[in-house]
Each structure stands twice: as C-alpha cells, then as structure tokens.
C-alpha cells in the first residue's frame, strides 16, 4: 500500500476558484518527488492538503494508512515536517528554540508556557542542527543569519519532529543559487540517508532532473505529468509550462535584435 | 520518566532579563499590596453586591428621564467636537513654533516645547477643576480644559511630525527661493498630515471618554448625572446612562474603523 | 499614442468637507449657547483668578507624598491586573488564534464593552460595592485598561506575518504554543510600548479618582479647590505635575533603552 495516498482530491476556495482538481496519487515512502508547475498550477494547494493547512474541500487523503480529517489534523502534522519559502522562523528566538519548536506536538501547554523542554528534546535538536550543519549558529538570534542558513533551520525545526515526510513548499525560491544547491543537496541527503519522503515544489525543471527520483507536473489543478525525469523532454516540459526554456531565451534574443 | 526540564539557553537557565521582568514587578506588587488595602475578602464579599448591583439594573427604564438624557449625551458629544477643533487650530501653529526646524528661534521653540509638556501633564479632569472653580459650571469650562489637553497632545505629535519631515522636499522648495513660512505650509505640513489623521481619531476617542466624566466636577455632560444617579441609587438611569456611553463609544470605533480603511488616501487628494 | 488634452481635474472634495465641518461646528456652538463673549471678557480676570495659585503652599507635604505614592501604586496594581487579563483574553480576539469565529466576536466584543465602560463609572460601582479607598480604583483601572490594552494585542498579534503561525500549525502546536512561540516573541517591542502608555494614562487616572473616593490625591484637590485653599491647590497641582512628567520620562526612557 502507497505511503501517502491521495484520492480523488479536489480543492475549491470560498471564492469559487477550483485549486485542485480530482487529483490522484499514490506516493511511496523514501521517495523524493519534484513538483514542478506554473505559478498559479497548485503547487501549494498540493502540500498544502497534505498536511491540512488548507484542507482538501473534496476526496480523501491518506498517510501511512490514516485518512487526513478534521479530527487528527495535529496528530497526523506532528509526523509531517514542513519548509516554508519564507522560511517562517520566530526572528526574535534563538536557533536551538526554533528548532525545539518542532518538539512542540509532543509538550503540554504548561510547560510549553515557561519555553521549558526536557533533555530528551535538546539532545534530538542538537542532532537536527548537526544534520544541517549549523551547531555553532545554536544560540544565535534566527534573524542574523543569511536566507540560506535560516532555510537550513527551517530543515532542522523538521527534522526535531523525526518525521516520516518532508513536506517543501518552494524552499529555494528566496535564496540565492548556492544556497539553493545546499538546501536541496540537504534534502536529498535526509531522504537518502534516513528514509524520509521527501517532496519539493519547484520552479527550476533542471534542479528536478537533478535531485529526484520522480517528478509530478501541474497544470492548473491537474496532474499533466507522473514519471522519472529523464522523461521530461523538452516537448513534454512544452506542454507543462506552454513553453520551453530554450524557446523563451529564443524570444528574449529576438526581442533585442528588434529594438 | 523523570525528564530534567531546561530553557533553551547556552546555561540552561532562563534569561535574566526574563526573570527580572517577572520578579520586579511581584515584589513591587507585593510590597506595596496594603497602600492599595489589597484584600481578597473585601473583593470577594463585595461579588454578592456587584451580583445585586446588576440585577437591579434589569428595570424598566425611566422613559421620563429620556429627554434629558438626550440633551446631556448630546451636550457631551458637541463638547467633544467642539473642542477637538478647537484644539486642531490652536495646535497648527503652536507645532510648528514647537518644532526644532521650524521655529523662528530657538528661545521660543524651547519655551513652546515645555509649555505644550506643561499643559499635557495634568489630566483633564484637574484643569476642569480649576476652570470651574474660574468660571463657575457649564460646559464652557469643561471644552477649555479638552481643548486645553489636546492642543498638548496635537502640538508635540505635529512638531515631532514636521521635525521628521522630508529633507529633500524642503531643499526642493527652498531652491525656488520661497520663504520659511511657504516652505513650512508647501513641504512640511503637508507630509505630516497622513499621520495626523490617525492620530486625530485616537484623540477623537480619547476626548468622547473624558467629556462624559467631566460633568463630575460640574464642567458639562453626562458626568454630572452619572455620579447623582450612583449616589442615589437611580438603577434605572444608572443602567440608561451606561448604555448610552458604550453605544456612542462603540459608534465612534466603529466610524473610525471605516474612516480608517477608506480616507487614508481619497479625501486628502488636496490638489 | 500621446494626449492631446489635459485629463479633466478629479473632483475635489476637500472644501465640501470642510465647509461641513465649519458648519457643524457653528451649529454646536448655537446649541451650547456657549458665552465665549464670557470668556473674552474673562481674561483680565482670568489673569487675576491665576495669581492667586501662586503662593504654593506645601506645609502638608508628607501627606501629600503619601498620597500621592498611593496614586501611584493604585496605577501600578491597575496596569499589572489589566495586562494578566488583556494576555488571557487577547489571543481570543486575534483571528488567527482564535478556535472558532463566535469565541472571537465574543472576545472581541467583551474588550470593547471594557474599554467602553468610563472608568469613573466603574470606580462608583466598584466603590459602592466595597466602599471607599484605593482597591475599588484599582479595580476599576484594571477592567478598563485591560479592555485597551487587549485591543491592543490583539492588534498586535493580528500582524504578525500569517506563516509564523503556519509553522507552529504546521508541526501539531496547540493555542497555547502558538501564543507563547509565534505571537508574544514577535510583537514584545510593541506591547511593551502598549503598557507604557497604559501605565502613563493609568496614572493621570488614578490622581482624579479619588474624587469619587477611590483613593488618591485627586480628593484632596477638589477639597482644597471647593474650600477655596488656592495656595494648597496649587502646591497639590504642582506635585501631581512633578509626577506625571517623572512618568512620562521614565517610560521615554525605558522606550529608548529597549531599542
């Protein structure tokens, strides 16, 4: 059985606008899946749905066996890890709290209330941060670091909830390309090395090719594409984004030779 | 399982600023709990009054009363405006002589600047005090000590307004060969007037609260009969004046939540 | 393509506004049949009713001290019960803390009805239930205040950036977490700015409540005024300045320290 499974899953905002539409996956575990899509293709939505933050309106979705409702959404996101583009990280606290913060599903309130976390919990974020290679950045306040480091916290607040999946939601898109290479090398890694499911959303088709073992193409709220991505010709990437990236170069040059 | 609990610092220990931030004020509280006759009996037998209290005041109202309620909100409400206005006058030229790059000399920015700290720092309700005691009760002495507040308020908040005024628009206009006064009506007060808008709602709020308590001490409003009607027990007007305050408070929010959303940009396009 | 002609001039509505304002306002003065000939008149004397504060006499100095600290201590005890109540109460009233949107209109509207309440009107009730001295003044700033001052944080907490609460939702973190690790660390610069102008307004407060017997100088001036003791009246007006103007510096300073 898929490890994540998605089924028939359709997401309508208030506003009447359809995000997603019947979608169908099935996703096994220690995958590493490259969403790829046009702005506007739900990219997000997808993730989003995944661990509810904006739940599915329509269909059913099911990790590990559980099906997604209202009822478990915080049992099921304590075993879901998340990235954010912008990082979401509290500017004020210091590393190693932003990281403990991935703890949080497992503390009760009151202790939560004097920022107080047993033993147990330093020793799994410090090995987050050994993961991502920023211990000597611990007890740094989380705003003074550069975009590429804050993202790489971002990983290790994941990586403290000892996930089964990552969940990447454009993780790269605010960061310079040699941060973008380190984060996704990372992420790579984490999945190799630990198992962990690992999806991205991207806009890159070349980081793709790169880093997955399975890409998955939008086009506005539909899967238009579901393989290995050495399957993603320039034809088919043609029919994902309406154009290839040697066509819009071609059109760039055009455009300068005319003025 | 015994977990061994720690904050998430280098030490392990919360951060002084934390602790200091929680304890000085407990010890404040602490020591000074009987200038205040903190005493839990006194609150807790006073819940059975208060219970009482509020069932009295599901009466009839006094339908007689209505009338005169009327006058005394409205009464209330015009002081507000009026001094208000007043005060928005008043407060234009007295800020810009308050304001370090705009005032004519030194000597009378200073003098300006703690006249305006010196008529801010009393409350309202002192200055009623003494312009009764002045000229006898009525709203007269009431709207001189809002008008009197505000202008503190308004002056220092448009001094400093103009004080972080735009350099450039100045040195734009002054190029032209324009004079100080052109220069402070065509490039300062302009870019200060956004923020005052703001500002003058927050005012607007704060001088409807403190023109219903004037009547107190005789200066105007619904004071007056707000205090008569405790001290005679007056459940009935007790509970009509009450209401009337909170649903003109809660208009004025509301009207400033929308004047808020929409002026801040259409009705100032002066030119 | 260039234009020809000027686009005709947007209508300017600032003089009907104005106009309607001037209006208004000379209506106002109709209907208060304020004598501002009265105080024309009045100001020679004016200038002779001055005069006679100008012998400030301070031969009860120790208890005005006294009294005055007590003021002070009623401001202090009403701006600390405010801020336990604003904190409970606030993250009720921010939407994206809130359980469930009629929790948050009742929220809501509850520090509306305390901020509307006047606080004179409290302190009567308060008194009258308890009798005279300082606690019913307490007690009737607290309630007030905490209607502002939890307005305020609910402000506060509604502009925090959205995705700083999503990565707490995101890892399974319950109201609580989310209040003490996403909203408080990130808008303590503006809240403490909050319970400073608090404390500042509470003080000039309490030194008038006492004229309804909730404890503080403000009887001892309405006595001295009513006697017609101008030369105690203004030596309680002068320490009643000398107070709020330490106030005020001090919560200057403490702004300018925490930057």
Known sequence: MAYISLTAVHKTYPNGYCALKNITLDIEAGQFIAVLGPSGAGKSTLLRAMNALDPATQGEISIDGVVLSKKNYRQMRAHIGMVFQQFNLVDRLNVMTNVLVGRLAERGWLNSLFYLFPKTDYQIAEAALREVDLLDKAWSRADKLSGGQQQRVGIARALAQQPKMILADEPIASLDPKASEEVLKLLRKICSEKGITVIVNLHQVEYAKQFADRVIALKAGQVVFDDHPDQLTQARQADIYGTTIEETTNEYELVLAHT | ?271 | ?259
């Open chain 2, 1 to 271: 399982m015994n977990m061994s609990w720690y904050w998430p610092t280098p030490n392990g220990k919360p951060p002084l600023i934390a602790v200091l931030s929680v304890i000085v004020p407990l010890a404040v509280l602490l020591l000074t709990a009987s200038t205040v006759d903190m005493s839990y009996n006194k609150i807790f037998y006073a819940i059975p009054r208060m219970l009482d209290f509020t069932k009295n005041l599901w009466v009839m109202p006094d339908w007689h009363y209505v009338p005169q309620l009327a006058k005394k909100m409205l009464e209330t409400v015009e002081m507000t405006l009026l001094a208000t206005a007043l005060a928005i006058l008043l407060s234009m030229p007295l800020g810009v002589l308050a304001a370090k790059n705009a005032s004519p000399h030194p000597i009378i920015f200073r003098i300006t600047r703690d006249l305006l700290s010196f008529i801010r720092a009393l409350p309202e309700l002192v200055w009623a005090l003494v312009f009764v005691s002045a000229l006898g009760l009525g709203p007269l002495p009431g709207i001189m000590a809002l008008s009197l507040v505000t202008v503190g308020f308004m002056g220092k908040f448009i001094a400093e307004s103009i004080e972080v005024v735009d350099a450039k628009a100045i040195e734009g206009l002054e190029s032209t060969g324009c004079t100080k006064f052109q220069s402070i009506l065509y490039a300062m007060l302009p870019q200060a007037v956004p923020d005052f808008i703001g500002s003058l709602l927050y005012i607007l709020d704060h001088n409807l609260r403190a023109a219903s308590i004037l009547g107190l001490v005789g200066a105007g409003g619904i004071g007056y009969d707000m205090v008569m009607s405790m001290r005679l027990f007056n459940y009935e007007r007790i509970g009509m004046i009450a209401l009337s305050i909170y649903a003109l408070v809660t208009l004025l929010d509301r009207l400033s939540d929308v004047f808020r959303q929409k002026a801040l940009g259409g009705i100032l396009n002066v030119h």
């Open chain 3, 1 to 259: 393509m260039s234009i020809k002609t000027l686009p005709s001039r947007p209508h300017n509505l600032f003089p009907l506004w104005l106009s309607l304002v001037l209006a208004l306002l000379w209506l106002i003065i109709w209907d208060l049949d304020v004598a501002f000939q009265d105080l024309v008149y009045g100001i020679a004397d004016m200038g002779e009713y001055l005069s006679r504060y100008g012998a400030p006499n301070f031969s009860n100095m120790s208890s005005y001290l006294h009294l005055m600290i007590q003021t002070l201590v009623t401001a202090f005890w009403g701006t600390t019960l405010a801020f336990i109540m604003a904190a409970t109460i606030a993250p009720y009233a921010a939407r994206q803390l809130t359980p469930n949107p009629f929790i948050y209109r009742i929220a809501r509207e509850l520090l509306n009805f305390m901020r509307a309440m006047p606080d004179l009107l409290l302190a009567l009730i308060f008194v009258s239930s308890m009798g005279l001295g300082p606690l019913p003044g307490v007690l009737a700033l607290a309630v007030h205040t905490a209607g502002f001052l939890g307005k305020f944080f609910a402000e506060n907490m509604e502009r925090v950036p959205a995705g700083k609460y999503e990565a707490l939702s995101a890892v399974g973190a319950g109201f609580t977490q989310k209040i003490v690790f996403a909203a408080w660390p990130s808008m303590l610069r503006e809240s403490v700015g909050n319970v400073l102008y608090i404390f500042d307004r509470n003080v000039r407060m309490a030194a008038v409540l006492g004229l309804v017997g909730a404890g503080g100088i403000g009887l001892e001036l309405h006595d001295a005024l009513r006697l017609f003791k101008y030369n105690q009246a203004s030596a309680l007006i002068i320490i009643i300045l000398i107070t709020i103007v330490a106030i005020d510096n001090l919560s200057s300073w403490i702004r300018k320290v925490l930057n």
